[in-house]
């Protein structure tokens, strides 16, 4: 059992920064990946960044490059997502999900398999 928290949401005026943070605990893995997904009302689940966590290879949606920057600390067994620039679409809740098993450059944006509960993130205009 591997169980995700997730921690840092909030509200945030637009142009303003947050940082997500992800703390995973339970089962560990010796080649997997952390990403953060996020879901705004009414729309579908959508990824927004990934790391492996051997190595360090992130991964960005369009959307977030260059505003975004995904890292993980190893000792911690947790992962953050620095968010700044931030923008109304940008709202949404963020969730934090393991892949256990990477193999494939596509494994970083689908297949994950655990998730945390999700944090609200709400950029106001």
């Known amino acids: 059992q591997v169980q995700l928290v997730e921690s840092g949401g909030g509200l945030v005026q637009t142009g303003g920064s947050l940082r997500l943070s992800c703390t995973a605990s339970?089962?560990?893995?010796?080649?997997?990946?952390m990403g953060w997904f996020r879901q705004a009302p009414g729309k579908d689940r959508e990824f927004v960044a990934a790391v492996r966590w051997t190595g360090g290879n992130s991964y960005y949606a369009d959307a977030v490059k260059g505003r975004f920057t995904i890292s993980r600390d190893n000792a911690k067994n947790t992962v953050y997502l620095q968010m700044n620039s931030l923008k109304p679409e940008d709202t949404a809740v963020y969730y934090c999900?393991?892949?256990?098993?990477?193999?494939?450059?596509?494994?970083?944006?689908?297949?994950?398999?655990?998730w945390g509960q999700g944090t609200q993130v709400t950029v106001s205009s």
């Open positions: 339970g089962r560990t893995f010796s080649n997997y990946a």
């Open positions: 999900a393991v892949n256990d098993r990477v193999r494939y450059y596509s494994d970083y944006f689908q297949g994950y398999d655990y």
